[in-house]
């Protein structure tokens, strides 16, 4: 007794003893953070942003004080934080230029990257040079290196530049080897998600809603790319067609595709000369982190607040994993509370929600419109579109009083579709499990795992599943001030390019998120404004004392070496846990 009385004492004494340590540690991390916060950034005259363009840009990056503790960063950039610290060195008479140098560099989106080069070609009305340079251009980081008045690559470098492609995954061949069939009920011809599940290659219908708009895409892209490097479209559809990725360097420069090959030490010189350095004078270099806590001469500031709500990622019902999730999701509970707040606070005289969904549950989704719709009641909406607006991402967008989109955002896809998982094969063929059932009534065994949908329980779910898709095509027709049969014209779950849905009227303008913060001051009459970001960031002792990851080392690694494939397959792990009725996009879209 009295050994187990000691060893539970010494537990108890190592317990506390790790605890002690853990706090100092925590403590020691805090002053840092605090010092290094405190510290003045006043930028040095004749100095240069440099933009390291590596690891993965998202509309908003959460300041993880769990990683600043632990050094272990995500190496994520926020697309405000970019387009902010643009904007900044702008207007900074110390800053003479910016270098953007492009690693393993991606982004949500074409539209992000849009959005990043928008921000660019703001700066250079300036007067202020921009340099790229990079060992390697990915098509879509050259898009946005583009802008630039010099491009330098590395003598042994590559260019891909060979066109748009989208990529569908399909599973069902897959699935039935494990002896699982996915049952659906959908409405609409264009509506493809299931399509993943359900059949081995692309409809016709949807082949062509997306050639469409991976068309609208490219066009945009050759238009910008066309007009910055003095190349035609056809002369860059042409390179495109010689697939030029496998091109020496040097040919790149007889294409007007870049203005000189360096190294890596070598581009040193070529800034030192932009900022009339000597050899042995060091370049005054600044960050985005060093832009953070500079001032904005553009930033709006009045006594009016124009409120911006970023919602990024699925739409759910119900928290999929605490702050720390490395998956962000929109989840209507929370939303649904902040907008309130919103809609009460009467310092708040707009609303700019910044959306970037492909949308997800089809409940959530009508839960975030009709808080929206409260929210219109009391003040100006105006939607801005990110990458993807679509299906359950239009239908929140859909009561807005304006919407903006970028000419390569995804949206519309007004559509929904039922998915269900039938296991019967699986337990019964391929384990051996045996079932009987009795019951009460005629549907009493509906749902049941012992075996599939029968024809009337099938002809319930497509009632059920029709019902939904009337009412979204109804919120779609009374947010834009059509008629349900007009709506139905564009809608069937087809998918359109920001550009395209203008012509269309599913959104009013095409611009980014400073054209919705105008528009919204326009609509709340009032020109002596500022504006403030949420929801708010999450305070450290929050995060601190918040829930755990809830994706293992396993995602991580399966993540990393799947890439975006891996989110096809991850889907299977948690379709159970989703809701029903689901109004998304395809489950996977690779767009290259």
Known sequence: ????????????????????????????????????????????????????????????????????????????????????????????????????????????????????????????????????????????????????????????????WRGISAQRLFLKDLLAKFGVKMQVAKVGAYKSATEQFTGDKMSEADREQTTAYIGSIWKNILKEVSKARNLSTGKLNEYADSLITFAAAEDYLKMKLIDGTLYTDQIKNEIKKRLELKDSEDINQVSLADMADEPDDE????????????????????????????????????????????????????????????????????????????????????????????????????????????????????????MFPDVSGLLKEKLGVKFDEVGTNANSGFGTLSRPFNAEEIAYLERYIDRGYKLFRHRVAEGRGMTDQQVEKIAQGHVFSGEDALKIKLVDQLGGLDAAVKKAASLAKTKSIYTKSYPEPVNWLDQLLGEVRNESYLDDKLRAEFGTYYEAFSILKTINKQSAIQARLPYMLKIN
Not at 340 to 350: S, T, W
Not at 371 to 383: G, H, S
Request: charged share 20%.
């Open 1 to 160: 007794m009295k050994d187990f009385f000691k060893q539970v004492a010494a537990t108890f004494v190592g317990l506390l003893i790790f605890s002690i340590i853990s706090s100092i540690f925590i403590f020691i991390g805090l002053i840092g953070m605090s010092l290094s916060g405190s510290q003045s950034n006043t930028i040095k005259n004749n100095s240069v942003l440099v933009l390291n363009l590596s690891g993965s840009m998202n509309e908003r990056v959460e300041d993880d004080f769990q990683a600043k503790i632990t050094g272990q960063m995500t190496g994520q950039i926020g697309l405000d934080n970019l387009i902010s610290g643009i904007r900044k060195a702008k207007n900074n008479d110390n800053i003479k230029g910016i270098y953007m140098e492009f690693g393993a560099f991606t982004a949500d989106s074409y539209a992000s990257m849009q959005a990043a080069r928008n921000a660019l070609e703001d700066f250079k009305k300036s007067g202020k040079w921009i340099v790229a340079y990079g060992d390697i251009y990915t098509q879509s980081n050259y898009y946005l290196a583009s802008v630039a008045d010099k491009i330098y690559l590395n003598p042994q470098g590559q260019i891909d």
């Open 299 to 418: 930033a709006y500031s009045g006594d009016d607040q124009i409120a911006i709500y970023y919602a990024y990622g699925d739409i759910v019902d119900g928290a999929a994993g605490g702050f720390f999730s490395r998956k962000q999701n929109i989840d209507a509970q929370t939303v649904c509370k902040d907008l309130e707040k919103l809609k009460d606070d009467e310092k708040v005289k707009a609303v700019v929600f910044r959306i970037n969904s492909g949308g997800g549950s089809a409940y959530a989704s009508e839960q975030i419109w009709h808080y929206i719709v409260e929210l219109r009641k009391a003040k100006p909406v105006v939607v801005s579109m990110g990458g993807m607006a679509a299906s359950g991402g239009y239908y929140v967008s859909a009561p807005a009083n304006w919407i903006i989109a970028e000419p390569t955002t995804i949206t519309g896809s007004i559509g929904i579709f039922g």
